[in-house]
């Protein structure tokens, strides 16, 4: 199976194909893939300045900005004829969980320290911080997955973002090694990052504004609150009103359905899949429902 967990099996077909990059000659090499600041093709030494780094998939690797682009075109296209798949990219803090630091915590919610652990949808992170996974959550992986080759891209570090992904994906099922973290983007998120046209990449986030570039990718998702803390800024939480969202016609639940629609759309027609964009589906969809509350 064409994974990309695995670099360099995932890019050997685009060695193969771009022979005139890859050449043994140094002098028309393109220095397209790059470890440790050393091209894998020629060993040539090569200016960290001449492509954009990808460590979160492989330490020290580096695409040039043309092998960024050939990768994905070649990643999309595999995986629209073979998979039938799209590509998704998840936020985690407020679309996916919630997650405080115990210290933190309003005073009402202290007890829930004690719970954690013995629900499977309430957690204890390294002593400091508490996770609450949103309703619907496994379902909506699950049936996601099936549609989609999904990442995870937070504005967390790699270390939190690594012990969320333990709890609502220990089996490394869903996301593998595509996540990325404010380590590769501390200040806006890119789709520079993703390994795939943009034409078939979705983004679910609570945040618009991070997505300077790629607003029309995004489908926001109303923030997930559910602990309260001690902070007056902060909107009012679950746990105040003593209840939670709901799994049947919560959030994840409604973005599923509209994931399914975008998905539906664009391979409705299998003979015109390199004329398909997201994009403009997702636009059509807003249309829809605008006019249904109309």
């Known amino acids: 199976m064409f994974v990309v967990e695995n670099v360099f099996m995932e890019f050997e077909p685009a060695f193969n194909e771009s022979s005139s990059s890859l050449s043994s000659s140094r002098s028309s090499c393109g220095h397209w893939y790059v470890r440790y600041g050393v091209c894998i093709a020629c060993k040539s030494t090569v200016n960290e300045r001449q492509g954009r780094a990808f460590n979160y998939l492989l330490q020290g690797l580096q695409l040039s900005y043309e092998a960024a682009a050939f990768t994905k075109r070649f990643t999309t296209r595999f995986y629209l004829q073979n998979e039938k798949k799209l590509h998704l990219v998840l936020d985690l803090d407020h679309t996916l969980i919630h997650s405080v630091r115990v210290s933190l915590l309003s005073e009402t919610d202290k007890h829930l320290v004690e719970e954690a652990g013995s629900k499977e949808d309430l957690w204890r992170l390294d002593a400091e911080f508490l996770t609450k996974l949103r309703p619907f959550l496994h379902e909506f992986l699950k049936e996601a997955s099936e549609m989609f080759t999904m990442y995870v891209y937070t504005m967390g570090n790699r270390t939190y973002a690594k012990s969320v992904l333990k709890l609502i994906d220990p089996k490394r099922i869903y996301f593998g090694d ?29 945040t618009r504004d991070v997505w300077t570039h790629h607003q029309s990718n995004l489908v ?24 939670d969202e709901s799994k049947s016609d919560g959030e994840l639940a409604k973005v599923l359905k509209l994931l ?3 998905h539906c759309g664009f391979f409705k027609v ?22 249904n509350d109309v």
């Open 178 to 206: 595509r996540v990325i973290t404010r380590d590769e983007s501390p200040y806006v998120k890119t789709l520079d990052l993703v390994l795939a046209e943009e034409r078939g990449v979705v983004i679910v986030d609570d």
């Open 220 to 243: 926001e998702i109303n923030e997930y609150h559910y602990f309260g803390v001690n902070d007056p800024e902060e909107s009012e939480s679950y746990t105040e009103e003593k209840r």
């Open 270 to 291: 299998k003979e015109d899949l390199e004329s398909q964009d997201v994009r403009f589906l997702l636009q059509e969809i807003d249309f829809r429902l605008l006019t």
């Open 260 to 262: 399914k629609d975008v």
